[in-house]
């Protein structure tokens, strides 16, 4: 198992990392395009998110799990990166597309009988699977897939779920995005948490990504409940930074109409979202 440093930084040349930010209050203009990334799934994130968690959290060659890949915003970064990737969501097509888009480096289907030995001569970078990441068959068919790809463990967890139902990604049963309560959410949210705790390399970090949304007239603070969530898991907190919404490409479009709400209902617009850090311990403590 390893033990720290956690990434490639060389701390004798700190003053050389202003790319690396440090800071908590991320402001972020534009999304970046390069590697091939496109706006071209309603939700996903700016990549540059990845990049800073790659950077600080990652060194080359370490697994990172994302359990909401989506449109494969991170799959792109960590193989631009030199890092490996396993990614999953819940819905099938997203996966074949990733599957097929990053062919050359990808495990093709799980099922046809490699040992471990094997699939390691195979020097794969990437896996994708279909399925629910709160579930707890799901968690162990990516500890197989953790192994072929590295130590077993992931060396960095991306959580980019749905923020409740404020996007509805699928009707299927389990997305996090089409549940029947928020309570519901928080319930599996939690699940999924204690699947990557497990799954991630103690030592090591998680990152999430999430916004809060308003209901009937009130604020419902998804970000901080879910913090919670992941520190009854085990987690425990290493930060949090605010990331600015201006400039998003999706809020521009009702941003009138969301100001005219806002001064009518007494509430704020959203101009942020939260990225904020966990590590798994090294050791686990005996008192929490
Ligand atoms: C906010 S999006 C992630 C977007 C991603 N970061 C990107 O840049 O493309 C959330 C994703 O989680 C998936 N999802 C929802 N519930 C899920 C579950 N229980 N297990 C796995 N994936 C799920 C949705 O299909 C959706 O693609």
């Given at each position: 198992m390893s033990k720290l440093p956690i990434n490639d930084l060389d701390l004798k040349q700190w003053k050389e990392y202003d790319h690396v930010w440090t800071n908590s209050w991320w402001d972020i203009p534009k999304r970046d395009t390069s590697n091939g990334h496109k706006l071209d799934y309603h939700g996903n994130f700016v990549p540059q998110i990845v990049q800073q968690a790659l950077w600080r959290y990652t060194k080359a060659g370490d697994v990172v799990l994302d359990p909401f890949i989506g449109s494969g915003t991170t799959a792109i970064e960590c193989l631009a990166q030199g890092r490996k990737v396993l990614g999953v969501d819940i819905q099938a097509e997203l996966i074949t597309k990733l599957t097929d888009r990053f062919n050359d480096v990808c495990f093709p289907d799980f099922k046809t009988g490699l040992d471990q030995q094997e699939r390691?001569?195979?020097?794969?970078?990437?896996?994708?699977?279909?399925?629910?990441s709160a579930s707890v068959e799901t968690t162990s068919l990516l500890?197989?897939?953790?192994?072929?790809?590295?130590?077993?463990?992931?060396?960095?967890?991306?959580?980019?779920?749905?923020?409740?139902?404020?996007?509805?990604?699928?009707?299927?049963?389990?997305?996090?995005?089409?549940l029947t309560s928020t309570d519901e959410f928080y319930f599996q949210f939690e699940l999924m948490a204690r699947n990557c705790y497990r799954l991630l390399e103690p030592g090591r970090y998680a990152i999430l990504v999430i916004g809060d949304k308003y209901r009937d007239g009130e604020l419902v603070p998804l970000g901080f409940e879910c913090m919670d969530r992941m520190r009854r898991t085990g987690f425990r907190l290493k930060g949090t930074a605010v990331k600015s919404m201006v400039g998003n490409e999706a809020k521009g479009k009702n941003a009138g109409l969301w100001r005219r709400r806002a001064l009518a209902g007494g509430f704020f617009t959203f101009d942020h979202e939260y990225v904020m850090v966990f590590q798994r311990a090294l050791k686990e403590s005996k008192r929490r």
């Amino acid at each position: 198992m390893s033990k720290l440093p956690i990434n490639d930084l060389d701390l004798k040349q700190w003053k050389e990392y202003d790319h690396v930010w440090t800071n908590s209050w991320w402001d972020i203009p534009k999304r970046d395009t390069s590697n091939g990334h496109k706006l071209d799934y309603h939700g996903n994130f700016v990549p540059q998110i990845v990049q800073q968690a790659l950077w600080r959290y990652t060194k080359a060659g370490d697994v990172v799990l994302d359990p909401f890949i989506g449109s494969g915003t991170t799959a792109i970064e960590c193989l631009a990166q030199g890092r490996k990737v396993l990614g999953v969501d819940i819905q099938a097509e997203l996966i074949t597309k990733l599957t097929d888009r990053f062919n050359d480096v990808c495990f093709p289907d799980f099922k046809t009988g490699l040992d471990q030995q094997e699939r390691v001569k195979l020097h794969k970078q990437a896996a994708f699977v279909h399925g629910n990441s709160a579930s707890v068959e799901t968690t162990s068919l990516l500890k197989d897939h953790l192994a072929a790809l590295g130590n077993g463990f992931a060396q960095l967890v991306i959580l980019h779920p749905p923020y409740d139902d404020i996007i509805k990604f699928s009707d299927h049963r389990g997305d996090l995005s089409n549940l029947t309560s928020t309570d519901e959410f928080y319930f599996q949210f939690e699940l999924m948490a204690r699947n990557c705790y497990r799954l991630l390399e103690p030592g090591r970090y998680a990152i999430l990504v999430i916004g809060d949304k308003y209901r009937d007239g009130e604020l419902v603070p998804l970000g901080f409940e879910c913090m919670d969530r992941m520190r009854r898991t085990g987690f425990r907190l290493k930060g949090t930074a605010v990331k600015s919404m201006v400039g998003n490409e999706a809020k521009g479009k009702n941003a009138g109409l969301w100001r005219r709400r806002a001064l009518a209902g007494g509430f704020f617009t959203f101009d942020h979202e939260y990225v904020m850090v966990f590590q798994r311990a090294l050791k686990e403590s005996k008192r929490r």
